[in-house]
Nanobody, 122 residues
Framework: QVQLVESGGGLVQAGGSLRLSCAAS????????MGWFRQAPGKEREFAAT????????YYADSVKGRFTITRGSAKNTVYLQMNNLKPEDTAVYYC???????????????WGQGTQVTVSS
């Protein structure tokens, strides 16, 4: 059974940092791209960041570029999102995602995690 389990969400003040983790299991994820999407209340799920299978290529949404960093663990079945200089507009449920190729489109995602809440207070 494939599982993507996120952790690390929470409440933080504006300007603070959080590090999200995602552990994937149930199959080999070393040849999958992985990424993070987010969904704020009343809004559609949107792309945040993605990383290719080797960890050598990353891509970010303009809204998080320069503040967020996505990385993969050495075993390739974990992915992290370091979020710095957080803003209230970053408040959302953050979802870990796995896909056959890097993508910014939710329709291209093969597996989803259950999500972790990130709340940024002003």
């Amino acid at each position: 059974q494939v599982q993507l389990v996120e952790s690390g969400g929470g409440l933080v003040q504006a300007g603070g940092s959080l590090r999200l983790s995602c552990a994937a299991s149930g199959r080999t994820f070393s040849n999958y791209a992985m990424g993070w999407f987010r969904q704020a209340p009343g809004k559609e799920r949107e792309f945040a960041a993605t990383i290719n299978w080797s960890g050598g290529s990353t891509y970010y949404a303009d809204s998080v570029k320069g503040r967020f960093t996505i990385t993969r663990g050495s075993a390739k079945n974990t992915v992290y999102l370091q979020m710095n200089n957080l803003k209230p507009e970053d408040t959302a449920v953050y979802y870990c995602a796995a896909s056959h190729a890097t993508t910014s489109q939710a329709t291209g995602i093969r597996f989803w995690g259950q999500g972790t809440q990130v709340t940024v207070s002003s």
